[in-house]
Protein backbone atom coordinates (compact mmCIF):
# COMPACT_ATOMS: atom_id res chain seq x y z
CA UNK A 1 0.00 0.00 0.00
CA UNK A 2 1.09 3.55 -1.00
CA UNK A 3 1.44 5.80 2.19
CA UNK A 4 -0.61 8.85 2.03
CA UNK A 5 1.01 12.21 1.06
CA UNK A 6 1.28 14.85 3.85
CA UNK A 7 -1.44 17.77 3.89
CA UNK A 8 0.18 21.18 3.39
CA UNK A 9 -1.06 21.75 7.18
CA UNK A 10 1.29 18.90 8.06
CA UNK A 11 3.93 20.40 6.10
CA UNK A 12 4.32 23.63 7.64
CA UNK A 13 4.32 21.89 11.15
CA UNK A 14 7.08 19.95 10.53
CA UNK A 15 8.70 22.71 8.90
CA UNK A 16 8.52 24.90 12.17
CA UNK A 17 9.37 22.24 14.24
CA UNK A 18 12.84 21.31 12.32
CA UNK A 19 13.18 25.58 12.27
CA UNK A 20 13.01 25.13 15.99
CA UNK A 21 15.13 22.27 16.24
CA UNK A 22 17.99 23.78 14.13
CA UNK A 23 18.07 26.96 15.64
CA UNK A 24 18.00 25.58 19.29
CA UNK A 25 21.56 23.45 17.98
CA UNK A 26 22.98 26.26 16.30
CA UNK A 27 22.23 29.35 18.29
CA UNK A 28 20.22 31.69 17.90
CA UNK A 29 22.73 34.40 16.35
CA UNK A 30 23.73 32.01 13.86
CA UNK A 31 20.78 30.98 12.96
CA UNK A 32 19.39 34.20 11.94
CA UNK A 33 22.73 35.00 10.32
CA UNK A 34 22.16 32.06 8.51
CA UNK A 35 18.36 32.49 7.36
CA UNK A 36 18.85 36.23 6.68
CA UNK A 37 21.90 35.37 3.67
CA UNK A 38 19.33 32.50 2.26
CA UNK A 39 16.42 35.30 2.42
CA UNK A 40 18.64 37.86 0.44
CA UNK A 41 19.91 35.04 -2.05
CA UNK A 42 16.54 34.36 -2.67
CA UNK A 43 14.78 37.55 -3.08
CA UNK A 44 17.89 38.82 -5.27
CA UNK A 45 17.23 35.46 -7.62
CA UNK A 46 13.73 36.58 -7.59
CA UNK A 47 14.45 39.84 -8.66
CA UNK A 48 16.94 38.88 -11.74
CA UNK A 49 14.32 36.84 -12.67
CA UNK A 50 11.62 39.77 -12.59
CA UNK A 51 14.10 41.96 -14.97
CA UNK A 52 14.68 39.28 -17.07
CA UNK A 53 10.50 38.99 -17.55
CA UNK A 54 10.92 42.65 -18.65
CA UNK A 55 13.44 43.41 -20.52
CA UNK A 56 11.85 40.05 -22.59
CA UNK A 57 8.41 41.81 -22.48
CA UNK A 58 10.14 45.62 -23.86
CA UNK A 59 11.83 43.10 -26.53
CA UNK A 60 9.02 41.74 -27.73
CA UNK A 61 7.17 44.88 -27.95
CA UNK A 62 9.71 46.01 -29.91
CA UNK A 63 9.96 43.26 -32.40
CA UNK A 64 5.71 43.45 -32.55
CA UNK A 65 5.93 47.34 -33.84
CA UNK A 66 8.61 46.56 -36.35
CA UNK A 67 6.08 43.35 -37.25
CA UNK A 68 3.16 45.75 -37.80
CA UNK A 69 5.10 48.34 -39.58
CA UNK A 70 5.76 45.70 -41.86
CA UNK A 71 2.48 44.40 -42.78
CA UNK A 72 1.06 47.23 -42.38
CA UNK A 73 3.77 48.86 -44.92
CA UNK A 74 4.37 51.81 -42.58
CA UNK A 75 7.76 51.57 -42.96
CA UNK A 76 8.85 54.76 -43.67
CA UNK A 77 6.49 57.17 -42.29
CA UNK A 78 5.29 55.77 -38.81
CA UNK A 79 7.85 53.95 -38.72
CA UNK A 80 10.95 56.00 -37.19
CA UNK A 81 8.62 57.70 -34.91
CA UNK A 82 7.37 54.07 -33.69
CA UNK A 83 11.10 52.91 -33.46
CA UNK A 84 11.73 55.89 -31.47
CA UNK A 85 9.18 55.11 -29.11
CA UNK A 86 10.05 51.95 -28.99
CA UNK A 87 13.91 52.83 -27.97
CA UNK A 88 12.94 55.16 -25.24
CA UNK A 89 10.82 53.00 -23.67
CA UNK A 90 13.49 50.22 -23.37
CA UNK A 91 16.04 53.32 -22.23
CA UNK A 92 13.45 54.26 -19.51
CA UNK A 93 13.49 50.67 -18.09
CA UNK A 94 16.97 50.20 -17.82
CA UNK A 95 19.20 51.10 -14.65
CA UNK A 96 22.22 53.53 -14.56
CA UNK A 97 24.68 50.66 -14.92
CA UNK A 98 23.16 49.30 -18.47
CA UNK A 99 22.97 52.76 -20.44
Same mark, same amino acid.
Given at each position: ???SRPS /????? !???? $? /????????? +??????????????????VRRE?? !??????????? +????? /? /???? !?????????? =? !? =???EKFY?? +??? $? =???
Amino acid at each position: MIPSRPS /LDELK !TLAI $E /LQDLVQSKV +GTTKFSNAYSRIRQSVLSVRRERR !TARVMQVRASH +GVSVL /L /LNFI !TGNNQSRGRC =E !T =EASEKFYQE +GQS $E =EEK
